[in-house]
């Protein structure tokens, strides 16, 4: 895992999905039945990258918190994707990916949605970056790097055309 609270801020995005893939990988060796499932847009983009990385059958779910979010009143329907899970989620060893890790907001959302489906028999959690600041009891069992980040600031994941992965901080207003 890698600890990163410089303020000139330089996150190799490809370099830390190599550290995911190395902290996934005895996870899904451990329960090889496990199926994943990435939070829209950064996470499901990882999902995708590690169903086809570690060689596991069929595809990767998308899910959406959009349904869930406590701040849906003022934010309405994201116009991310929505939740597609190609598996039953009952009994299932569900491992979800996300991009940032921040209040654990997201995250809420995101369960909420998944039990929606069924209830699964295990809920691992996966993340590229973990940035603190949370307001709800969530942690990842997998972190490529924990950083501090400032409230008025964003870190976005991003994906180029050719698939590979870039961090973005922006301002916020």
């Known amino acids: 895992?890698?600890?990163?609270?410089?303020?000139?801020?330089a996150l190799d995005a490809e370099a830390l999905y190599a550290e995911l893939l190395r902290g996934v990988r005895p996870l899904v060796a451990a329960q090889p039945d496990t199926r994943l499932a990435g939070v829209t847009r950064g996470g499901?983009?990882?999902?995708?990258?590690?169903?086809?990385d570690l060689?596991?059958?069929?595809?990767s779910?998308?899910?959406?918190s959009s349904m869930h979010r406590d701040d849906f009143a003022q934010r309405g329907l994201a116009a991310s994707a929505q939740t597609q899970l190609p598996f039953d989620v009952n009994h299932a060893h569900v491992l979800l990916l996300d991009d940032v890790l921040y209040t654990g907001r997201t995250?809420?959302?995101v369960l909420n949605e998944l039990f929606d489906y069924g209830r699964p028999a295990s809920v691992r959690l996966a993340v590229l970056v973990d940035r603190g600041g949370r307001e709800l009891p969530v942690s990842a069992d997998v972190a490529a790097a924990r950083l501090s980040l400032p409230a008025s600031q964003s870190l976005e994941l991003e994906q180029g055309d050719d698939g590979r992965l870039s961090f973005v901080v922006e301002q916020r207003a």
């Open 61 to 64: 779910g998308v899910i959406s």
């Open 107 to 109: 995250l809420r959302a």
């Open 1 to 9: 895992m890698t600890r990163i609270t410089s303020p000139s801020l």
């Open 55 to 59: 060689g596991l059958p069929g595809a």
């Open 44 to 52: 499901a983009w990882l999902a995708a990258r590690l169903q086809r």
